[in-house]
């Protein structure tokens, strides 16, 4: 992950938990979970922040672990969701990760990327999907060029097609681009098959 990016949400992990916490729920997503994961499958939330998806994962019958690369919001995660499994571990290589899962969830995470990450990070959470499992990917769409915003985090542009063709057609259940009903921001959302 972008040094920087991280370092922002290690330093100000409180202030984007309280922000996460207080966006509108997002329940197109949840939405989305419920038709396509696998209901009552082993599940990872990459990325997971705050836990908040993390635990509603585990409470709408999907058993959850969490991984991010920020330890202080781990620490938040543990200390909001005590009883849900949460881990350090840092894309693209997700070493500590060493078993397969029926459903991966990784939201809005790799735009934090570079290209080259991008793509080798979404090679590897295809690794963590067992056979006929379920990976959703989404992503915030940056025009133009790369961007920091006031914090220092890192916003890769990048085409759709960078992550598209990192899957045969027929494994993609769904895949749109719009504004998130909870972030007001534009997004992708793929959903695959594997």
Excluded at 2 to 20: H, R
Excluded at 23 to 47: C, M, N, R, S
Aim: charged content about 25%.
């Amino acid at each position: 992950m972008d040094i920087k990016t991280l370092a922002t949400y290690t330093d100000q992990a409180t202030d984007y938990s309280t922000e996460w916490l207080a966006q509108p729920e997002p329940l197109d997503i949840y939405q989305l979970i419920q038709k396509h994961f696998i209901a009552g499958g082993t599940t990872i939330d990459v990325g997971c922040g705050n836990g908040r998806d993390t635990h509603w994962l585990q409470q709408n019958g999907f058993p959850a672990s969490g991984y991010d690369a920020s330890e202080a919001l781990l620490e938040i995660a543990r200390k909001n969701f005590a009883g849900i499994s949460f881990h350090k571990s840092l894309l693209p290589a997700l070493t500590e990760i060493q078993t397969t899962f029926a459903n991966v969830y990784c939201e809005t995470v790799i735009m934090h990327l570079t290209n080259d990450e991008i793509v080798k990070s979404v090679e590897r959470l295809k690794t963590l999907v067992r056979p006929d499992g379920i990976l959703y990917l989404s992503w915030r769409v940056t025009e133009g060029e790369d961007a920091r915003d006031s914090k220092g985090r890192l916003y890769s542009a990048f085409p759709r097609n960078l992550v598209l063709d990192r899957f045969a057609p027929s494994q993609v259940l769904h895949f749109e681009e719009k504004i998130s009903a909870s972030s007001g921001k534009r997004v992708c959302r793929l959903i695959a098959k594997l």
